[in-house]
């Protein structure tokens, strides 16, 4: 927390400390707002309105006095920070051709707390290791926002990239496609998460040109991608899974039978690119919700 706590003015920084509490996930500032600080189950307010002068001042500091140096990473809604904390930044969206180009008049900065939950996925390594083989099932992890299913997936990506002994796997060469840098928290071209020895991340691109990217680049064993969805991710996929390489990738969803109803997911399962479907549930357990006959 504290190399969050030095980007606020003084007077803020001491309210924050004072109502701190060790659950803690999300510091919100919001223009002429009070102060909200959120966990799952916890909500504090600060009664200290914040000015958006204050909000620019704090967003000078996260951008080391630079915010054209950061415009990139504000054009895109948030900005990583040092320890893999991340801001989420709303305000009036520049458009050009369609594309946000930059954000002006900014009116709400969100602290979101960088947790890892280290062996986090050993109960869902059963599903994903092939036995008695250094290879792994292609598997989709499936579950409602918000349930943790990325930081599975870190946690996944770490062990096997750095192997898993006990159960006698030696570890693969894994490429991350790290579109919004949730997985890999990249700062200043270093990974503030840990997610392994032979694992190489490229970030803040599409997960359909990162993928195919990486395939070509990098030779992985195995491709990671967060939240795929889209026609172009699911080319990606088939075009890695048909080169050779396994993959492991997240979507939302309650349930395996929706991803079956869901028009391109499925696409996954009739190419037979997915052998496995696991479930995050609302209770944060791994269930088998489907395998692929073979």
């Known amino acids: 927390m504290k190399e969050?706590?030095?980007?606020?003015?003084?007077?803020?920084?001491?309210?924050?400390?004072?109502?701190?509490?060790?659950?803690i996930e999300e510091i919100r500032i919001r223009s002429n707002k009070p102060i909200i600080l959120k966990s799952r189950n916890i909500e504090k307010q600060i009664n200290l309105l914040v000015?958006?002068?204050?909000?620019?001042?704090?967003?000078q500091r996260i951008c080391e006095n630079s915010i054209y140096s950061y415009q990139n990473q504000i054009s895109n809604g948030f900005i990583t920070l040092i320890g893999g904390h991340r801001v989420g930044i709303?305000?009036?969206?520049?458009?050009?051709?369609?594309?946000?180009?930059?954000?002006?008049?900014?009116s709400s900065l969100n602290f979101r707390i960088a947790r890892e939950v280290f062996n986090c996925s050993d109960s869902a390594l059963k599903y994903v290791l092939k036995p008695n083989s250094n290879d792994i099932y292609n598997t989709l992890l499936v579950s409602p926002p918000g349930l943790g299913k990325?930081?599975?997936l870190r946690d996944i990506v770490r062990k096997i990239s750095n192997g898993v002994p006990e159960m006698h796997f030696n570890g693969l060469t894994v490429g991350v496609v790290d579109e919004?840098?949730?997985?890999?928290?990249?700062?200043?071209?270093c990974p503030?998460?840990?997610?392994?020895?032979?694992?190489?991340?490229?970030?803040n691109i599409s997960k359909s040109l990162g993928l195919k990217m990486l395939v070509r680049s990098m030779s992985p064993k195995v491709v990671v991608a967060d939240e795929i969805g889209s026609e172009d991710d699911i080319n990606a996929i088939e075009y890695a899974v048909c080169s050779g390489v396994r993959g492991i990738f997240t979507a939302h969803g309650a349930d395996a039978k929706e991803v079956i109803k869901n028009p391109i997911l499925n696409k996954l399962i009739k190419?037979?690119?997915i052998d496995k479907i696991l479930i995050l549930d609302n209770n944060r357990k791994i269930q088998l919700g489907y395998e692929r006959a073979v």
């Open 150 to 152: 990325t930081t599975l």
């Open 271 to 273: 190419k037979q690119m």
């Open 51 to 59: 000015t958006p002068d204050t909000i620019l001042q704090i967003l």
């Open 90 to 106: 709303t305000g009036n969206a520049v458009i050009k051709d369609g594309q946000v180009i930059n954000l002006s008049y900014i």
């Open 4 to 23: 969050i706590l030095n980007f606020f003015p003084e007077k803020i920084k001491q309210q924050i400390a004072e109502n701190f509490f060790e659950e």
């Open 192 to 203: 503030q998460n840990e997610i392994g020895i032979r694992t190489d991340v490229i970030e």
């Open 180 to 189: 919004r840098g949730e997985i890999s928290a990249m700062y200043k071209g």
